[in-house]
């Protein structure tokens, strides 16, 4: 199993760069009020047919060439599952997938949230062509990132996305924006 659950959204991101999206949403939620714990990731990608989205938790499934097996999405599943959570994975082929999971906060085996800024600068600075929107919401309010912003700032000058002192800055203002709802 991943160690915490921005290891998850990282491993679910990632799959939605290799379906070839080019707008990807993720979004968390800690409602200590409803003692949930959520996170999903939407895409815009090449989709699953309906045959693949009932094998795609099967550990010996998976579209790489590299490997002939795929452990992200059946870690997560069961990872959600055993915490009192649930896990949805919803795909058409031509429009996108959004991956879905849910735990109980109050559930011992709930992994830690981990480092989400890290996770998402990553995701960003790996492919920044993507169009990236963060969403993190708690009981005391909601913050958005949104890359096209960013973008905007830097002249339209994508480039500049990966480079080390743009990168620092992705992770300082994720990391700001999330603590400020704490």
């Not at 009192?84 to 085996?109: C, H, K, M, Q």
């Amino acid at each position: 199993m991943l160690e915490d659950l921005s290891a998850h959204v990282l491993d679910i991101a990632e799959n939605s760069v290799r379906a070839k999206s080019t707008e990807v949403f993720v979004t968390v939620e800690e409602k200590k009020s409803r003692n949930l714990l959520l996170f999903s990731v939407s895409d815009n990608g090449c989709g699953m047919t309906e045959d693949f989205i009932k094998k795609v938790t099967d550990p010996f499934t998976t579209t790489r060439t590299t490997r002939k097996v795929g452990m992200g999405l059946p870690f997560l599943k069961q990872s959600a599952e055993l915490c009192d959570g649930t896990f949805l994975l919803r795909s058409e082929v031509g429009v996108g997938t959004t991956t879905t999971a849910t735990f109980a906060l109050n559930n011992i085996d709930t992994p830690p949230m981990g480092n989400i800024a890290d996770s998402v600068m990553t995701l960003i600075m790996g492919s920044p062509d993507i169009h990236w929107v963060y969403i993190h919401k708690t009981d005391n309010g909601e913050f958005k990132f949104d890359l096209d912003e960013v973008v905007e700032a830097l002249d339209g000058d994508k480039s500049l996305l990966v480079t080390p002192d743009v990168g620092l800055w992705l992770q300082n203002t994720l990391e700001e924006g999330i603590k400020e709802l704490y």
